[in-house]
């Protein structure tokens, strides 16, 4: 049984941390820019939930000391979108299992500037993570704005979307789902880059006014991969729950 938004005694909390690691030199990232800005406009966007600038941090090559701390700051919070863009890699734990690794810095102490993917959890009683990064097993020669305007809306129909967003939110089970813009052993795209596709997904429901959870938006986003970029293959893990966060709110 969940409970209403409306009976819980303190405010409804949500966290957004937007990393970009686009990197230098001869592994810099074009696309990192445009991913990044592309996850701000959706969630202040009313469909994506009106979310508020001061609850939206965005970092840029963060220290590991730094990213820690955002992270332990989003802890408290109900609900937490963290989304990566940059480098990233396979590599199997100790028990054998692939886990995701991702570069968040070019420090030259490789204990500072990669970092595995359980510490982009924030440990919030509902998150969803998007990591748009390559996803190939590690190998010894690893790689060490045009922002759109938002237009000013009503106070009362911002009140109106996070209430309905937020209401979504704790009807939905407790847990954390993940995003991977490859599978494993993929490289991503930096052209037309797994968050860019993803994003043009949300603004098609936002045009039609309808309502889409993350599943549904990643069942498209993996329909244009299969049709424009085969070798691409995006994966969402959102466990054995019933209700998927909601990613578009329609009308």
Same mark, same amino acid.
């Given at each position: 049984?969940?409970?209403?938004?409306?009976?819980?005694?303190?405010?409804?909390?949500?966290?957004?941390?937007?990393?970009?690691?686009?990197?230098?030199?001869?592994?810099?990232?074009?696309?990192?820019?445009?991913?990044?800005?592309?996850?701000?406009?959706?969630?202040?966007?009313?469909?994506?939930?009106?979310?508020?600038?001061?609850?939206?941090?965005?970092?840029?090559?963060?220290?590991?000391?730094?990213?820690?701390?955002?992270?332990?700051?989003?802890?408290?919070?109900?609900?937490?979108?963290?989304?990566?863009?940059?480098?990233?890699?396979?590599?199997?734990?100790?028990?054998?299992?692939?886990?995701?690794?991702?570069?968040?810095?070019?420090?030259?102490?490789?204990?500072?500037?990669?970092?595995?993917?359980?510490?982009?959890?924030?440990?919030?009683?509902?998150?969803?993570?998007?990591?748009?990064?390559?996803?190939?097993?590690?190998?010894?020669?690893?790689?060490?704005?045009?922002?759109? &305007? #938002?237009?000013?809306?009503?106070?009362?129909?911002?009140?109106? $979307?996070?209430?309905?967003? %937020? *209401?979504?939110?704790? /009807?939905?089970?407790?847990?954390?789902?993940?995003?991977?813009?490859?599978?494993?052993?993929?490289?991503?795209?930096?052209?037309? &880059? #797994?968050?860019?596709?993803?994003?043009?997904?949300?603004?098609? $429901?936002?045009?039609?006014? %309808? *309502?889409?959870?993350? /599943?549904?938006?990643?069942?498209?986003?993996?329909?244009?991969?299969?049709?424009?970029?085969?070798?691409?293959?995006?994966?969402?893990?959102?466990?054995?729950?019933?209700?998927?966060?909601?990613?578009?709110?329609?009308?």
């Amino acid at each position: 049984m969940y409970v209403e938004l409306s009976s819980r005694k303190t405010t409804f909390t949500r966290m957004a941390v937007l990393i970009q690691a686009p990197l230098n030199g001869k592994d810099y990232l074009d696309g990192v820019r445009k991913d990044i800005a592309c996850w701000k406009r959706h969630l202040m966007s009313l469909e994506g939930g009106a979310w508020h600038s001061s609850e939206i941090y965005e970092l840029k090559h963060p220290s590991k000391e730094n990213l820690i701390q955002v992270m332990t700051l989003a802890r408290d919070c109900d609900f937490a979108i963290v989304a990566f863009s940059g480098h990233g890699f396979i590599k199997k734990d100790k028990l054998g299992f692939p886990k995701t690794w991702v570069y968040i810095n070019e420090s030259e102490d490789q204990n500072e500037c990669v970092v595995p993917e359980m510490l982009l959890n924030p440990g919030t009683p509902r998150c969803l993570i998007s990591l748009d990064c390559c996803r190939q097993y590690e190998k010894k020669s690893t790689i060490v704005e045009s922002m759109a &305007s #938002f237009s000013k809306i009503s106070e009362s129909m911002e009140k109106y $979307y996070r209430k309905l967003y %937020e *209401s979504k939110i704790v /009807k939905c089970e407790k847990g954390c789902c993940k995003l991977y813009g490859v599978s494993i052993n993929e490289e991503a795209s930096d052209e037309e &880059s #797994f968050t860019q596709v993803l994003m043009a997904v949300a603004d098609l $429901y936002k045009e039609k006014r %309808e *309502s889409a959870s993350i /599943k549904e938006c990643m069942i498209e986003t993996k329909k244009y991969f299969e049709e424009n970029n085969p070798q691409q293959n995006p994966s969402y893990n959102g466990g054995r729950r019933l209700n998927h966060f909601p990613f578009v709110i329609g009308e």
